[in-house]
């Protein structure tokens, strides 16, 4: 079995920075595309952020690119979303997700495409 567990998020004044991790356990993590989506009060799961399970292909939101960056570290089986610059309208629990079976360079934006969630953090940006 497959668990992710994420961690990180709090409560941050807009311009700030904060760096969620997600770790993996359960099985080979190197195997693994990863990707990061989010989810306000009142919406649905959007899509922030993905990686290709050889750590060489990564893919954002319009949104947020430019001030999110997805990492991912296979020798401690943790991926890493670092924020900057927040705003008040990345205020969500942010999910991290996993894709078994991956192609090396291949990353994924699509929720469905995903096999495996964590069950969230939430992140506040709010003076």
């Known amino acids: 079995q497959v668990q992710l567990v994420e961690s990180g998020g709090g409560l941050v004044q807009p311009g700030g920075s904060l760096r969620l991790c997600c770790a993996v356990s359960g099985r080979t993590f190197s195997r693994y595309a990863m990707g990061w989506f989010r989810q306000a009060p009142g919406k649905e799961r959007e899509f922030v952020a993905a990686?290709?399970?050889?750590?060489?292909?990564?893919y954002y939101a319009d949104s947020v690119k430019g001030r999110f960056t997805i990492s991912k570290e296979n020798a401690e089986d943790t991926v890493y979303l670092q924020m900057n610059s927040l705003k008040p309208e990345d205020t969500a629990v942010y999910y991290c997700a996993a894709v078994s079976g991956a192609y090396s360079g291949a990353f994924y934006y699509r929720p469905y495409d995903y096999d495996y969630w964590g069950q969230g953090t939430q992140v506040t940006v709010s003076s």
């Open positions: 990686i290709s399970w050889s750590g060489g292909t990564t």
